[in-house]
């Protein structure tokens, strides 16, 4: 069965300082991944997907995620937080289909100070 | 494009009761269309797959009784709540699959449901 891991509950930084989310899934075939954002009282967003190609991947926002097959991950990353960053994070895969299930991380809490 | 709504946004009902919130897809078709639950600072735990015009797919745990699904046309599922109870209070949210060619899900702002 699929299952998606992130490294950290909550993450607490600075405005300017730079972001790095791990995630983890373990599946051994094909996979699409996603990392979605949840802003305060908003639903759930679509920052970047990655389904085959170019292993880095640009969003939206300033955020982009590496591909790294051997290590089953998936990081997100920016340079430079901002505060409107503060959100919930939830790294999510599915098996290479789309009319598979996404399997959701449990999220990471981004608490961005001013 | 692609907007996902639900309806209702919040709903409180007494204990035994039924509920129905409704999940649209309106500016594009969606074959395929997933009902999730999220507890407070939980991530999403996903229900059921929808396909329009068959029978829901529920994931193991997901009692098909309690849940009622109903994929009728290619803009709308339901998911009706059967005799809820205060266990069921949550926040449900809903994803529609744009085409089988963008593979990207798109969600719906949720539905809070509070059973008393």
């Known amino acids: 069965a699929q299952s998606v891991s992130q490294h950290n509950h909550h993450v607490i930084l600075s405005e300017a300082a730079s972001l790095e989310l791990g995630c983890n899934y373990s599946y051994g075939g094909t996979v699409n991944l996603f990392w979605y954002v949840q802003y305060p009282g908003q639903h759930l967003q679509l920052l970047l997907k990655y389904f085959s190609g170019d292993p880095l991947v640009k969003g939206i926002k300033g955020f982009e995620a590496e591909f790294i097959k051997s290590k089953f991950s998936f990081n997100l990353r920016k340079p430079s937080v901002q505060w409107s960053d503060t959100a919930e994070y939830f790294c999510?895969?599915?098996?290479?289909?789309?009319?598979?299930?996404?399997?959701f991380g449990p999220g990471t809490s981004l608490s961005v100070i001013p | 494009g692609a907007v996902v709504s639900q309806h209702p946004s919040w709903v409180i009902c007494k204990s035994g009761t039924s509920v129905k919130i409704e999940c649209r897809s309106l500016?594009?078709?969606?074959?395929?269309m997933f009902w999730y639950r999220q507890f407070p600072k939980q991530s999403l735990m996903l229900m059921a797959t929808?396909?329009?015009?068959?029978?829901?797919?529920?994931e193991q745990g997901v009692e098909k009784d309690k849940f009622l699904i109903n994929h009728a046309s290619l803009t709308l599922s339901t998911l009706t709540v059967t005799s809820a109870h205060p266990e069921d209070s949550s926040f449900y949210i809903c994803?529609?699959?744009?085409?089988?060619?963008?593979?990207?899900?798109?969600f719906g702002p949720g539905t809070r449901l509070l059973v008393l």
């Open positions: 999510a895969v599915n098996a290479g289909t789309s009319y598979d299930k996404v399997i």
């Open positions: 929808s396909n329009e015009g068959s029978k829901a797919t529920y």
């Open positions: 500016d594009f078709q969606a074959t395929t």
């Open positions: 994803s529609a699959l744009m085409s089988a060619i963008q593979e990207t899900q798109y």
